[in-house]
């Protein structure tokens, strides 16, 4: 079993910043990629923003400039800081993870698991 959960949503002003901060912890092996999601009402869920392992980012044409995803392997953790926020950018928020758990070779088996979610609400 793997876990991820999320933190750091909140209400924002237009131009403001956040921090969301998401952690993985269970019987985990490895992670191949971390990413954060989000789902505005009516609307499906959608890519913010990816890293692997190696540190390889992805990023949605909406955020590119302002979000930054970053990403401490040896903690399982990563962390999206948003800039220059908008309106737009108003969603629950899911973290992403996916890899292998396991201690034991005879154990592994993939992953793909999402946290909880965090509500990011930009207003004025």
């Known amino acids: 079993q793997v876990q991820v959960v999320e933190s750091g949503g909140g209400l924002v002003q237009p131009g403001g910043s956040l921090r969301l901060s998401c952690a993985a912890s269970?019987?985990?092996?490895?992670?191949?990629?971390m990413g954060w999601y989000r789902q505005a009402p009516g609307k499906q869920r959608e890519l913010v923003a990816a890293?692997?392992?190696?540190?390889?980012?992805n990023y949605a044409d909406s955020v590119k400039g302002r979000f930054t995803i970053s990403r401490d392997n040896a903690k399982n953790t990563v962390h999206l800081q948003m800039n220059s926020l908008k309106p737009e950018d108003t969603a629950v928020y899911y973290c992403?993870?996916?890899?292998?758990?396991?201690?034991?070779?005879?154990?592994?088996?993939?992953?793909?698991?999402w946290g909880q979610g965090t509500q990011v609400t930009v207003s004025s």
């Open positions: 890293i692997t392992s190696g540190g390889r980012t």
């Open positions: 269970g019987s985990i092996f490895s992670i191949n990629a």
């Open positions: 992403n993870a996916e890899g292998l758990s396991g201690y034991r070779y005879y154990e592994r088996q993939t992953f793909d698991s």
